[in-house]
């Protein structure tokens, strides 16, 4: 099946969200609700089908990589928008569409009785656009475009409920901060253009070689080193990387059905996707990959600590999603890209498997989101209880799970690295196995066994509901519909099949040959995990005898002792360690640097400009100043024009005057004096 893949497919494929979203958004009211979500979600659907085509021709060997279309030449210099489809855009396209669509079907049920309900799909459908076109790009013009669209439909997505200050300040926060992480990336783009001459990948990959012996103007810095540092700093705001992070738990303000769309599959991954479509650059740089590998150790593990002490089930979820992307970016400074596509991979079912069952237990808790008043849930919804039970098992690494194949790679990868940096990054994602494990299943005891908290809530009546049924007849917590527990099931087959199925020929198959550059000799671990792999059924056996598996088992014991037998032991923890809890519970304070550093620092240099330079400089000395000069010279010369002719002839004799004694030369001018 080698071949050139058809472009007009690929605009399809890109096309249709966005033709959609413009229906929905435009029309909505004409065509109705179930127009809006019909047409959403059948572009969706047909985005899909094509997607999976596409990858089963890239399996084949088909490829595309070329321009469909020139928006502007300026010298030499063309601005294109144009397709790379390889083996690691083609799985990109499969993933995003796969997840969109169930996110539409679930919809559909969740946001039933919201008066946006078309403005929603609309939203949700350009955001699919937007990511396809980043994973598509060939070009860095066009990834800064989907790069920036997914930044700015998710700030309509998380303020969706735009009556909510909560909302508002969520996701002004997001685009902030993610403002931040792109002035990082935007000038690694420049740095690229200005020594390279292209914005096309392939340009800027073959001149690569050459840029890494150059040293950045005026320092003994690297300019590779430089280049790669800008872009991942694009990453860590766009992929929630400490220190950028404080965006995303914030944004759960939004409806659930954008958690899992927005920070589960699409828009947190864009991060690791782009610095994975990069390593012909960052392989060129070790101090780069070194810098990559702490920042993913510290969010992976210190993020997983805040998820241990959050109430809101929303939240817990979230800070899993950055202790994950900071694995994924471990894998990347490792130099194992293929391993981090393949987290993401199986990150982006199970997660957006968590996030949307948490929907459906928020529907069936009539929209009450603390996981302290739950509790004996798996009676009364028992699909959202077992999908959301594979997805947990996933999410910790249980052997035959999908995260398990990931999660253990990138383990062993770092193992295997001799960068500066691996040390901690080792001890880092380990540590991290049984924190996950800790909040994972501190997560399930609380929402799905133990006491039915429910009914001693205040506000509950004897049926253990609320007074804002999420338009259910009874308050008694129930299953939820077909399409809310439909796009649950088919995440949960992924979740639990995809690693065991997909490891071996997306690590060791040479699927991203090509696509994925490694420099073996210096970066070893692919190779290291290559001679040590026998096969998913092997590693999934061997797992007995390795560490991560018994920290993941001693963290779903603590959890089961600590929420199930002894609940009076979480309480006794915190009194004990209760300087740490206020640490973690004020989130290390991020927020409060932020805005009383960061945000006051900001404000008190803006405002000296603004009192300083703009009101004291400019207006007050050069705009104001100079119209006081001229008053006052006018004022003077004003003066002389006072109408009266015996005036003017004084001053013609005084100006004669003066002008003899400058320049008639002394001696004639004492002459016409003795005559």
């Known amino acids: 099946m080698a071949g050139t893949l058809n472009p007009t497919l690929l605009l399809v494929i890109a096309l249709a969200p966005l033709a959609s979203a413009i229906i929905a958004g435009l029309f909505g009211k004409a065509i109705g609700r179930a127009g809006a979500h019909t047409v959403t979600t059948g572009s969706v659907a047909i985005s899909f089908a094509l997607s999976a085509w596409v990858l089963i021709?890239?399996?084949?060997?088909?490829?595309?990589?070329?321009?469909?279309?020139?928006?502007?030449?300026?010298?030499?210099?063309?601005?294109?928008?144009?397709?790379?489809?390889?083996?690691?855009?083609?799985l990109m396209m499969v993933v995003v569409t796969f997840v969109s669509l169930c996110v539409h079907?679930?919809?559909?049920?969740?946001?039933?009785?919201?008066?946006?309900?078309?403005?929603?799909?609309?939203?949700?459908?350009?955001?699919?656009?937007?990511?396809?076109?980043?994973?598509?790009?060939?070009?860095?013009?066009?990834?800064?475009?989907?790069?920036?669209?997914?930044?700015?439909?998710?700030?309509?997505?998380?303020?969706?409920?735009?009556?909510?200050p909560s909302a508002v300040f969520a996701n002004m926060k997001a685009f902030i901060v993610n403002r931040v992480g792109d002035f990082g990336f935007i000038l690694g783009i420049?740095?690229?253009?200005?020594?390279?001459?292209?914005?096309?990948?392939?340009?800027?990959?073959?001149?690569?070689?050459?840029?890494?012996?150059?040293?950045?103007?005026?320092?003994?810095?690297?300019?590779?080193?430089?280049?790669?540092?800008?872009?991942?700093?694009?990453?860590?705001?766009?992929?929630?990387?400490?220190?950028?992070?404080?965006?995303?738990?914030?944004?759960?303000?939004?409806?659930?059905?954008?958690?899992?769309?927005?920070?589960?599959?699409?828009?947190?991954?864009?991060?690791?996707?782009?610095?994975?479509?990069?390593?012909?650059?960052?392989?060129?740089?070790?101090?780069?990959?070194?810098f990559i590998l702490v920042i993913g150790a510290i969010t992976a593990l210190f993020m997983g600590f805040l998820g241990v002490i959050q109430n809101d089930i929303k939240r817990?979820?979230?800070?899993?999603?950055?202790?994950?992307?900071?694995?994924?970016?471990?894998?990347?400074?490792?130099?194992?890209?293929?391993?981090?596509?393949?987290?993401?991979?199986?990150?982006?079912?199970?997660?957006a498997l968590l996030f949307l069952a948490a929907g459906s237990v928020i529907i069936g808790m009539h929209h009450d989101q603390d996981i302290r008043h739950m509790g004996g849930l798996r009676k009364y919804m028992p699909i959202t209880w077992i999908t959301f039970l594979i997805g947990s098992l996933a999410l910790i690494g249980t052997p035959f799970f999908a995260g398990f194949y990931s999660k253990d790679s990138i383990i062993d990868a770092v193992a295997a690295s001799h960068l500066s940096g691996s040390g901690f990054a080792t001890f880092s994602v380990t540590a991290s196995v049984f924190v996950t494990a800790l909040y994972s299943f501190r997560l399930y005891f609380l929402v799905f066994h133990g006491e039915e908290r429910f009914r001693h809530v205040p506000g509950h009546d004897e049926h253990g509901g609320q007074d804002h049924a999420h338009g259910h007849g009874s308050l008694?917590?129930?299953?939820?519909?077909?399409?809310?527990?439909?796009?649950?099931?088919?995440?949960?087959?992924?979740?639990?099949?995809?690693?065991?199925?997909?490891?071996?020929?997306?690590?060791?198959?040479?699927?991203?040959?090509?696509?994925?550059?490694?420099?073996?000799?210096?970066?070893?671990?692919?190779?290291?995990?290559?001679e040590h792999f026998h096969g998913p059924l092997q590693m999934a056996l061997h797992a007995v005898s390795t560490l991560p598996l018994w920290l993941a088992i001693a963290g779903v014991a603590v959890a089961w002792y600590a929420y199930m037998v002894n609940l009076a032991f979480p309480a006794a923890v915190q009194r004990m360690f209760k300087p740490v809890y206020i640490l973690l519970d004020h989130k290390y304070y991020m927020d409060w640097i932020n805005e009383h550093v960061i945000a006051a620092g900001t404000r008190l240099v803006g405002k000296g400009l603004w009192k300083g330079a703009d009101a004291g400089?400019?207006?007050?000395?050069?705009?104001?100043?100079?119209?006081?000069?001229?008053?006052?010279?006018?004022?003077?010369?004003?003066?002389?024009?006072?109408?009266?002719?015996?005036?003017?002839?004084l001053a013609m004799v005084a100006g004669v005057v003066v002008f003899m004694w400058l320049f008639v030369p002394g001696k004639l001018l004492s002459g016409w004096f003795i005559r």
């Not at 430089?226 to 400490?242: D, E, N, P, R, T």
């Not at 950055?322 to 194992?336: E, K, P, R, W």
């Open 105 to 164: 079907v679930y919809t559909i049920g969740y946001m039933a009785d919201d008066p946006g309900y078309q403005r929603f799909f609309s939203y949700i459908s350009l955001f699919t656009f937007s990511m396809l076109m980043l994973v598509m790009s060939n070009n860095m013009l066009q990834l800064f475009f989907g790069w920036e669209a997914v930044g700015l439909v998710s700030y309509l997505l998380i303020g969706f409920w735009y009556t909510r």
């Open 316 to 351: 817990v979820i979230a800070y899993s999603t950055l202790s994950q992307l900071g694995y994924m970016t471990v894998a990347l400074g490792a130099s194992a890209y293929s391993v981090a596509i393949f987290h993401l991979m199986t990150h982006a079912f199970f997660k």
């Open 476 to 530: 008694e917590p129930r299953e939820s519909p077909w399409v809310i527990t439909l796009p649950l099931i088919l995440l949960a087959i992924p979740s639990a099949v995809i690693g065991y199925v997909t490891i071996q020929p997306l690590l060791y198959g040479g699927f991203f040959n090509g696509a994925i550059v490694v420099n073996a000799a210096a970066h070893p671990a692919m190779t290291d995990l290559r």
């Open 190 to 290: 420049g740095l690229a253009l200005a020594y390279t001459g292209s914005l096309n990948y392939n340009d800027i990959f073959a001149k690569a070689p050459e840029l890494a012996k150059l040293h950045f103007p005026g320092t003994d810095w690297m300019l590779m080193t430089v280049m790669c540092i800008s872009l991942f700093v694009g990453a860590m705001g766009k992929s929630a990387q400490f220190p950028l992070h404080v965006w995303l738990p914030d944004s759960m303000e939004g409806p659930t059905p954008i958690s899992a769309l927005i920070h589960a599959a699409t828009m947190v991954t864009a991060g690791i996707f782009m610095v994975a479509r990069m390593s012909p650059l960052f392989e060129l740089s070790d101090t780069a990959l070194s």
């Open 617 to 649: 400089f400019i207006d007050g000395l050069v705009v104001n100043g100079t119209a006081r000069m001229i008053d006052v010279a006018a004022g003077l010369i004003r003066q002389l024009q006072t109408g009266f002719l015996y005036y003017y002839a």
């Open 57 to 90: 021709q890239v399996v084949g060997g088909a490829h595309y990589n070329g321009t469909v279309y020139t928006w502007m030449q300026v010298g030499s210099l063309k601005m294109d928008v144009g397709f790379l489809i390889d083996s690691l855009s083609a």
